[in-house]
């Protein structure tokens, strides 16, 4: 089978878009929401160029890179088996590190150490911190937060990144309930489209993504469809960037680059992302530049730890920031303390995300494959 490293590399790109996507709302929300008093950074929140810090469109395009990995195995060989171990493991495939971050801030909280409310005065954000890292006290609110909250209901009270955690997990079952029921169904597009139909229908325009990715997966392994004019690449390159960069300012949507994507009666801000997110999918895996640099080891690395940095990073600048901050406003203007900040919070993440992934999350995936196997013996031994 061929190797997707590269859809690993990815996944870090956007791990970093995250990243950046908080220190924007930390530091210049106005590059988000486009409501501040410099006009240049509300020019940018509204231009392509928020697509390097847009939190929703990465967060769309870890979706659709799970649909298009969790199918990959099955569209090569057809077997039904490996959805049904995909399914097995997916629980302990994910739990482990996700606790372990639930973990880290209610034992920190408890020794309050997470000053957000110190930290929403410093930056003068409202109240954007005030009902983050907010989970109950009780321990065993804490263990049901991980054991199913979480993932059955995206509770994100104790860290406020795990929310997509529930939309992760209950869209990978849903792309594995469709994948085993799509087993025997020739032509593959009918369910597909009777699929896609439905969730536009009921709008759930982030399970879409998984489905997505398991449609791109179908067309680039099974070769159906190929880019080969430059004119069409440079069309959906930019449908991509302006679908994947919608704006979270919606109050300048009718008055922005984007008015003519504007209209009533969907979701536009997820539903783009989704939409960015798939288009700019197909356009790397047809793409040996891309792949090339997607596969470049700074890249591979942030991929390899990305899972932990996306956990992680909101635990770590929450932790610094305050500190680093109210010393370097003292002597410093503000941009040169932002930059301090950064220069100092961002190896910690990289860090901490190498050292989790390491001792937390490796193990999980040795341990959850064990998991797979002894339950597909046990399975197959009852079958038989």
Known sequence: MKKLAYLEGLRGVAALIVV???LVLLFYPALNYGNGTNATLNIIAVSPLNIFY???FAVCLFFVLSGYVLSYKYILTNDPQIVLGYAIKRYFRLMPLIASSVLVIFLFSRLDLLHTQQLNDQLHLGDWLTGMFNGDAAFIAMLKNIFYGIFIFGDNSYNPVVWSMGIEFIGSMLLFAFLLLNYKIKP????????LLLALYLKRYYYISFLLGYGLCFIDQKEIFRIR?????IVLLLAGIMCASYPAAWQHWNTSLYAFMTFEGIDLYSFYHV?????????????NASKN??????VLFLGKISFSMYLFHLIILILIIPHVFSWGILTLNYNMTVLICIMISFPLILVVSYLTEMIIDKPALKFANKIEQRFMKIFFKLKS
């Open 20 to 22: 950046f996507h908080h």
């Open 54 to 56: 847009n939190g929703d």
């Open 188 to 195: 593959k597009w009918i369910l597909f489209v009777i699929t």
């Open 229 to 233: 004019s430059v004119v069409l690449k």
């Open 275 to 287: 939409v960015g997110s798939g288009i700019l999918l197909l356009l790397i895996t047809q793409s």
């Open 293 to 298: 640099f997607f596969s470049l080891k700074p």
